[in-house]
């Protein structure tokens, strides 16, 4: 059984920095997968964050993050993560990991396989 299982959100101050972390299990191997990331904030549509190729370790970026996430990938522990500096009121939103059906810029267009259950990021102005 596939399973996505994310950790690392909380509350912190505008301009802070939160690491979240997707650790997976129940597909192999974890190098021919890419792993995304999904936010929604309340009472607004789903937006498609980032995304790396564990492949190839391409990545790619919403505009809104661009510059300030940094996606990453620890292939010995099937983990991922999402660095998240220069946060923004903006940036609360629970956030979802996600294998998707495709890659490339956009890899959220292909569909989603499976999703995590979310991690919640709160940032205060």
């Known amino acids: 059984e596939v399973q996505l299982v994310e950790s690392g959100g909380g509350l912190v101050q505008a301009g802070g920095s939160l690491r979240l972390s997707c650790a997976t299990s129940g597909f192999t191997p974890f190098n021919d997968y890419a792993i995304g990331w999904f936010r929604q904030a309340p009472g607004k549509e789903r937006e498609a964050v980032s995304c790396i190729n564990n492949y190839d370790g391409s990545t790619e970026y919403a505009d809104s993050v661009k510059g300030r996430f940094t996606i990453s990938s620890d292939n010995a522990e099937n983990t991922v993560y999402l660095q998240m500096n220069s946060l923004k009121p903006e940036d609360t939103a629970v956030y979802y990991c996600?294998?998707?059906?495709?890659?490339?810029?956009?890899?959220?267009?292909?569909?989603?396989?499976?999703w995590g259950k979310g991690t919640l990021v709160t940032v205060s102005s």
């Open positions: 996600v294998i998707p059906r495709g890659t490339g810029p956009m890899w959220f267009l292909y569909g989603i396989d499976h």
